[in-house]
């Protein structure tokens, strides 16, 4: 085999998983859009969304098996279930007050805080155009945080950080999967046994209010945007480093502002536009790959 021919398959074979992780994140930002159309208008509370968006998932993901791969057992793990279950009910609540763009800037911010950090300690090295990206788009999340008249509310912000530190959680442990469909219902299923929390959450507060608008925001973010997402990213963050994982998803947020700019009516402020900038700079900057770079060495592997 010529070279050419070489050239072109090593090509064909990096550039194959492009299409399916920009699926993955525009199914990424329509979750951001259904939470923030459901909870908007109180057409259902953050608990009641978070269980039937994990009960349609899962109900969905385990037909799909049966369909596709009669007689194979699902997968998964409970540190996968666990690590949903925590992402999608801190982020259903921060949602209240915050809106998508926002919500989805903070969120995978600290995405990429919690993935690049878990890789350098593992001893994956880190390019020092990729730290400076890293570290350029983690300004803009400061200057959308930094206290003033426009920034957003911290106690949601807080939240959101945390399911971002759990949703990073969950796409590390997606990196070690042999059959992404079978893993991804498993985590699904695993997730449901937490679901009683939200229940008991809800009764001690206002209890649970479910609309027809809520119900249907709620499974098509199950279904659509979550079961079939979720799918498509662990066949994707298997194929290539948690960085670049991390990076990509750090897109996310501005797909989900010019969704909310045009489904939700939200305002674009001076300091989203600047964070965004600084986030978008950081991603180029980052997925920038010169011939010629210095290496900075990350330490030995944790043992």
């Known amino acids: 085999m010529n070279d050419d021919k070489k050239g072109a398959m090593v090509g064909d074979r990096k550039s194959s998983w492009i299409l399916p992780a920009l699926l993955s994140l525009f199914a990424f930002a329509a979750n951001s ?3 923030r159309l459901a909870l908007i208008d109180r057409d259902i509370d953050p608990e009641s969304f978070t269980a039937i968006r994990l009960l349609s998932g899962a109900t969905f993901l385990l037909l799909l098996v049966s369909i596709r791969m009669p007689g194979k057992a699902t ?11 925590i992402y999608a009910w801190f982020f259903s609540i921060a949602y209240v007050e915050l809106g998508a763009g926002i919500g ?12 690049f950090t878990y ?3 593992k001893g994956e090295r880190v390019r ?3 730290l400076a990206g890293m570290l350029m788009a983690f300004g803009g999340l400061i200057i959308l945080l930094h206290p003033g008249a426009t920034a957003p509310e911290l106690g949601s912000s807080m939240l959101m950080m945390i399911s971002g530190i759990a949703w990073g959680a969950y796409s590390l442990i997606g990196r070690g999967s042999a059959n992404p469909t079978a893993d991804t219902s498993g985590n699904f299923l695993r997730s449901l046994p937490f679901i009683t929390c939200l229940v008991w959450v809800a009764l001690s507060g206002d209890g649970l209010h479910v ?7 709620a499974v098509a973010s199950g279904v659509l945007a979550s079961g079939s997402g979720y799918t498509i ?10 960085q670049h994982a991390a990076i990509l998803q750090l897109s996310v947020p501005i797909i989900a502002s010019l969704g909310a700019v045009i489904f939700l009516s939200e305002p ?22 010169p011939r010629q770079e210095r290496i900075v060495s990350a330490p030995e592997k944790l043992r």
Do not use: D, E, P
């Open 33 to 35: 859009l259904f939470c």
């Open 75 to 85: 997968g998964g793990s409970w540190k996968g279930g666990a690590s949903l279950f």
């Open 104 to 115: 989805a800037l903070i969120l995978f911010g600290a995405v990429q805080i919690t993935m």
């Open 119 to 121: 890789s350098w300690l």
């Open 128 to 130: 020092t155009r990729v």
């Open 211 to 217: 609309s027809t608008a809520g119900l249907t925001y």
């Open 233 to 242: 990213w662990y066949g994707v963050v298997k194929r290539i480093s948690a």
């Open 268 to 289: 674009i402020s001076l300091r989203l536009v600047i964070a965004t900038t600084a986030v978008l700079g950081g991603v180029a900057l980052s997925l920038a790959s």
